[in-house]
């Protein structure tokens, strides 16, 4: 075997001994690219397998070594071909048809679907040790970021 092929093998045996709960990941921009790593870097038990997209410029593309292999249309497609378990969406760029197409596929396949945030929690300033009961700016409890 040549020292180029031996680390791409490596590679695929990696990815596919990972353990996990099998994880698709709805939205393959930068909040989708911080989702896996995310998801990834935590003991969350997941395991990102797949994103989908709309950007068809995106499909065949990887992040992170995660394939983007289609948008909307292929939802059924990649549950079944990387056998998905949960379905998080990881943009906040959906239309509400498109979240309501993937929570009525989830719901008719028993999968679980989680929306993946990074959000913005204001913390009151202290005044003489004590939380200021100051009225926090409006909207401020937490935001998507």
């Known amino acids: 075997m040549s020292r180029l092929s031996f680390p791409s093998v490596q590679l695929v045996r990696n990815w596919f001994q990972r353990k996990g709960q099998r994880i698709l990941i709805y939205g393959a921009g930068d909040q989708g690219e911080l989702s896996v790593r995310r998801l990834a870097s935590r003991n969350l038990d997941l395991h990102p397998v797949c994103f ?3 950007d068809v410029r995106k499909h065949g593309k990887q992040i992170h ?3 983007i292999v289609g948008g909307l249309e292929s939802l059924a ?3 079944d071909r990387y056998r998905v378990n949960k379905i998080a969406i ?3 760029k959906l239309s509400p048809e ?3 197409t993937i929570h009525t596929f989830a719901e008719g ?3 679980e679907v989680a929306e993946v945030g990074f959000g913005v ?3 009151p300033p202290k ?3 004590e939380t200021s009961k100051a009225k926090a700016p409006a909207g401020s409890e937490v935001q998507s970021a």
Do not use: E, K
């Open 52 to 54: 989908l997209d709309d």
């Open 65 to 67: 070594g995660v394939p």
């Open 77 to 79: 497609f990649a549950v």
């Open 90 to 92: 990881g943009t906040t």
């Open 98 to 100: 498109a979240l309501l």
């Open 109 to 111: 396949h028993g999968l």
């Open 121 to 123: 929690r204001w913390i």
């Open 127 to 129: 005044v003489n040790g």
